[in-house]
């Protein structure tokens, strides 16, 4: 009985269907990605065959902690530890591959050895046959890469040759290649430092007191058990989150639309309901009946929505750019959380349909005479288009609320996208500058750029003056991305800081502070701050309306330099010209000479980092999520419209109206209905934004930027969304028969 | 009768319905309506009424034979859009009206995409309003009307383009007899006023007694033609000469066997009028 409800409206159940494995979908293949980093980073720990993991106390994500390598020896030297080794672990632009794992190893440690060579040889061997840097690379990477033992790969500016293949299991090592310990320094740009220290010990009893002694010796450090490593690291809890807050939208815009179709299911049968209440059921099985047919909808949906799921993370393993991020397999407890969430759903979103249905009085019910004609709307007010959406309000409202938080969706990313972009922009670009660099194919967060090439920069004819800064996280306080700017204190670039109290920056061993950031760590002029657990004197307090410098802090460069432990790095540089106008050909000259150096200029310059166009593209991708799920629903609506009118428009047919002119009708309802829930998407995501920008630690870090350019794309969207939502009912509409149509009960 | 005077004909119309369970819903239909005329169609349910205004009124196409409106083959007609339009109002049996449209706006209906001006359209339908005698309801939507007066604001709408033919299914079928005669006048006067040619389709004898020519079908065909006035009234003298006739006027228990007590009352009451 519940299924003959359901198979009585088959396109509407369809696309109900459709929404909620689309949720489904996301909900699994996101969750694969958040399952594949916690892997990733459970082998790090776990996997390592260390006790204990030694990092730094204040790195957001252990790609960001450095520790001193001279650490090292002294740790070795402690009671109870059998054998340290070092770790670095860093991302490196390699071909077609912009985030490319690489790990850094002791050739001889304990730790390597998990890398289990599977063709060529091992590490140890220190220069690889016919010369070049040796590399171990994965079985997945090589197959993706397309590369044998014996063949040379290139990371960054620098070349490699592959002196063998291994296997670990574990896709995040198996997609990704190993390094000597120098090696990967170097690539990192940290050349004395390492991210971690894994340590062996004697004997296990003695996990907790080596622990605590290592941790009162180098109180900037943190000790993790490597069982519990994964745990700690910041990034996952962000992954995690992540996935879940989109998971969660798509669920919540799935359930609407489920909501939806259950209501109108039940409005449309209210005379069976009464007839069905006469014969004797009682409330609790109508009730029963409505969910059933709710929870089995979107039971079938989740079915659907795993398979999408599953063959999403199919196609995408396929691809060397992200399979190292994946696991081999998807967990199976994510199929069952797919489906428990879409059940879930199923049943939450039937409660008030059903609700509603069991309430109905028998005798009243039998009378009804169908929402085609029956409810009569007693509006007059208004175009005939709105008349049409309001015979449904219910429904009508139902669909736009869908509508608009997909659109709320789409503005709000939209939005932080390019506050982000706007930021990182300005922050690089400052003033008077012409062009902006930083290191070619790399992250933003891990550039360096060595700062002879940025004197030599500056000797180019055409060339006013370049200038490196420096720019690193931190955890300081409770602030998770303290952002530290290292500025030679008497440059150009460190002029962007307006002081408004206090003194500039003239030392080393000084700080000046963001307004915001001041204000959230609760300090002031004269009191000290410690970064990676060394004091600096805040001297002056500066103001640039600038979040991510407001929320920040700026310290020398030599000091930037020391506590990130990159002497003679920079992370980006500017350049003034002599000519602005000649900003192009400076701009070929420096990045022929400087390969390893990408220049833009400097309004242009977040078009041309990945990381940024990266940023971009999730945040719309995910916005397009979002609208598939609402255009569903759209669809959904105006094809119940269209099915509940058909008799009026065998009618209209009759009295001469042409098939564009129904195709019209139709189409602008669906336009009007989307615009609507476009226009309160925005108003929505307005307000979000505005709320968000009133919190000091989204503040400190990103203002959302709402710009007409956004404010016209979507709308444009729901004004898309509404025609390919409305398109299909309408040419239905358009090709009923006459007879056919007036023929219709 | 010249040719110019016919304003409807077909020619060997045949309708099949459905590809493996046929159904000829018309089995060869020849008629001839002259312009100007207010006709009826009779016969039981399934003989083919509606789908022969189906094809009169070019809802659908016939699968063979011929239908001429105003002597044009409607199977040449290209725009039969335009042609349902301007050349024929329809007139069904119920739920008919836009819900969310006023009755004036109903009206404006059928003029909407033809070359008519807005304060024209306007116009138009208020005047078609207060001819069938709605002046005051003009801004009730069909919720706030009765049947009748739904279906006279359909008629009204029937007649926006200024038909020259008016085709009504069952026109009366949902209302009471008071209102439905009162409509019945009303098509009735519309067409000695304006001229207009109505075929009615209708299973209500007092309905089509006043009209002037009743078509009735069997089977897809047109088994009889009555000219109001004198073949109606002999069909009855006939039957009050049969059998059962005679059972009836005489209160005969066979009479009250084989009629249900409502078929008794009205049989007598017609029959009594014939020996009148
Ligand atoms: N679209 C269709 N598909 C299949 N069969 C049809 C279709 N339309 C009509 N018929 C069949 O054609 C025959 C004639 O139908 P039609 O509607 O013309 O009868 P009618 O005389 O108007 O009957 P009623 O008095 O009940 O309205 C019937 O047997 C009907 O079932
Ligand atoms: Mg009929």
């Keep these: ?745 | 009768m010249g040719e110019n005077d016919v304003i409807v004909e077909t020619r060997n119309l045949v309708k099949i319905y459905g590809d493996g369970a046929q159904v000829r819903a018309l089995n060869g239909v020849n008629m001839r309506v002259v312009r100007g005329e207010f006709i009826s169609v009779m016969g039981p349910s399934g003989s083919g009424k509606s789908t022969l205004l189906n094809m009169i009124g070019a809802l659908d196409r016939p699968t063979s034979g011929q239908v001429l409106v105003n002597g044009q083959d409607l199977g040449e007609v290209r725009d039969l859009d335009g042609f349902r339009a301007r050349t024929v109002g329809f007139v069904f049996q119920l739920h008919n009206l836009i819900p969310t449209l006023t009755a004036r706006e109903n009206v404006e209906v059928p003029m909407v995409g033809q070359p008519v001006g807005r304060a024209e359209r306007r116009r138009r339908a208020e005047e078609l309003l207060a001819l069938v005698g709605l002046a005051d309801r003009m801004d009730h939507l069909p919720a706030q009307l009765s049947g009748g007066e739904r279906q006279r604001v359909a008629i009204a709408r029937a007649l926006a383009n200024r038909p020259s033919l008016v085709l009504a299914d069952e026109p009366t079928g949902d209302l009471d007899s008071r209102s439905g005669a009162e409509i019945i006048q009303l098509m009735r006067r519309l067409n000695r006023e304006l001229g207009t040619t109505f075929i009615l389709v209708t299973h209500d004898p007092a309905v089509a007694r006043q009209t002037e020519r009743v078509l009735v079908m069997k089977d897809g065909r047109i088994v009889r033609e009555h000219h109001v006035g004198t073949p109606f009234e002999e069909d009855l003298k006939a039957f009050r000469d049969s059998g059962l006739g005679q059972a009836i006027l005489a209160g005969d228990d066979v009479a009250r066997d084989l009629l249900t007590p409502e078929e008794y009352e009205v049989l007598l009451r017609l029959l009594r009028r014939i020996a009148q």
Excluded: C
Excluded at chain 1, 63 to 89: H, Q, T
Excluded at chain 1, 684 to 699: E, K, Y
């Design chain 1, 1 to 745: 009985m519940i299924l003959k409800g359901l198979s009585r409206r088959k396109t509407r159940t369809l696309l109900t269907l459709l929404g909620v494995a689309i949720a489904v979908a996301a909900i699994v293949s996101l969750g694969a990605l958040a399952e594949g980093l916690t892997i990733g980073y459970e082998a790090l720990g776990t996997g390592s065959g260390a006790d204990l993991l030694v990092a730094d106390a204040d790195a957001v994500d252990i790609v960001f902690s450095a520790v001193e390598e001279e650490v090292g020896e002294r740790l070795a030297g402690l009671p109870g530890v059998k054998e340290v080794d070092r770790m670095v672990y860093t991302l490196a632009a390699t071909e077609d591959v912009p985030y490319f794992i690489v790990f850094g190893y002791d050739p001889d440690g304990f730790a390597v050895r998990r890398f289990r060579i599977v063709e060529g040889e091992g590490l140890s061997t220190r220069s690889a046959p016919h010369g070049g840097r040796p590399l171990l690379l994965g079985r997945a990477a090589a197959d993706d890469l397309d590369k044998q033992v014996g063949d040379t790969i290139r990371l960054y500016e620098t070349t490699f040759r592959i002196v063998g293949i291994y296997e670990t299991g574990t896709p995040f090592e198996d997609g990704a290649a190993v390094v000597t310990v120098e090696d990967a320094q170097r690539l990192s740009g940290h050349p004395h430092q390492v991210n971690a220290f894994l340590i062996k010990l004697r004997d296990l009893g003695e996990l907790d007191r080596v622990r605590e002694r290592i941790e009162r010796l180098f109180p900037d450090l943190t000790v993790t058990r490597s069982s519990d490593f994964a745990e700690n690291q910041e990034t996952l809890a962000y992954t995690r989150a992540f996935s879940w807050a989109v998971s969660f939208l798509a669920v919540l815009i799935g359930g609407v639309g489920v909501m939806n179709t259950m209501l109108m299911s039940v409005f449309e049968r209210t005379r069976e309901f009464g007839t069905l209440r006469a014969v004797g059921w009682n409330r609790m099985r109508v009730l029963g009946l409505v969910l059933g047919e709710s929870t089995l909808l979107n039971g079938l949906g989740g079915v659907l929505g795993v398979g999408l799921g599953i063959a999403a993370f199919k196609a995408v393993s396929r691809s060397p750019a992200v399979s190292g991020f994946l696991p081999d397999t998807l967990p199976p407890a994510l199929i069952v959380q797919g489906l428990g969430v879409a059940l879930a759903v199923g049943l939450i979103s039937g409660i008030y349909p059903a609700w509603w249905a069991s309430r109905l009085p028998p005798a009243e019910a039998m009378r009804y005479e169908g929402s085609a004609g029956g409810r009569a709307p007693r509006v007059r007010v208004g175009a005939a288009v709105l008349r049409n959406l309001l015979r449904q309000p219910t429904r009508s409202a139902l669909t736009m609320l869908g509508i608009g938080i997909a659109i709320t969706t789409m503005v709000g990313m939209g939005a932080l996208a390019d506050g982000m972009i706007a930021e990182i922009e300005r922050f690089v670009g400052g003033a008077n500058v012409h062009l902006v660099g930083m290191q070619a194919d790399a992250s933003i967060d891990l550039s360096t750029i060595d700062e002879r090439i940025v004197r030599r920069i500056a000797a180019l004819p055409g060339v006013k003056d370049a200038e490196g800064f420096l720019t690193g996280y931190a955890t300081v306080g409770d602030l998770p991305f303290f952002v530290v700017f290292g500025y030679p204190p008497r440059g150009y670039g460190i002029q962007d800081f307006t002081v408004v109290e206090g003194e500039p920056l003239t030392a080393n061993g000084q700080i000046i502070l963001g307004r915001v950031a001041a204000e959230n760590l609760n300090k002031r002029v004269g009191e000290t701050i410690r970064i990676f657990d060394r004091p600096f004197r805040i001297v002056g307090i500066y103001e640039t309306g600038v979040p991510l410098q407001d929320g920040g802090g700026v310290i020398s460069l030599r000091d930037a330099q020391n506590l990130f432990g990159q002497p003679h790095k920079v992370s980006f540089f500017s350049v003034r010209l002599e000519d602005p106008e000649a900003a192009q050909a400076v701009k070929a000259s420096i990045e022929s000479r400087f390969p390893e150096v990408m220049v833009s200029e400097s309004t242009k310059f977040a078009e041309n980092v990945t990381d940024l166009q990266l940023t971009k593209a999730s945040t719309w991708a995910i916005a397009l999520l979002a609208l598939v799920i609402g255009g569903a629903g759209m669809m959904n609506t105006m094809g119940m419209s269209v099915y509940e009118r058909t008799r009026e428009i065998g009618v209209l047919r009759a009295l001469g109206w042409r098939r564009s002119r129904i195709l019209g009708m139709i189409l602008r309802e669906s336009l009007v209905l989307s615009l609507l829930g476009g226009v309160g998407g925005v108003v929505a995501a307005l307000v979000l934004i505005f709320l968000m920008n009133q919190n000091p630690t989204v503040a400190g870090f990103v203002k959302m930027r709402f710009s007409l350019d956004l404010l016209v794309q979507t709308l444009l969207t729901a004004f898309v969304l509404g025609g390919l939502g409305g398109i299909y009912p309408a040419w239905r509409a358009s090709r009923l028969q006459p007879v056919e149509a007036l023929r219709y009960e």
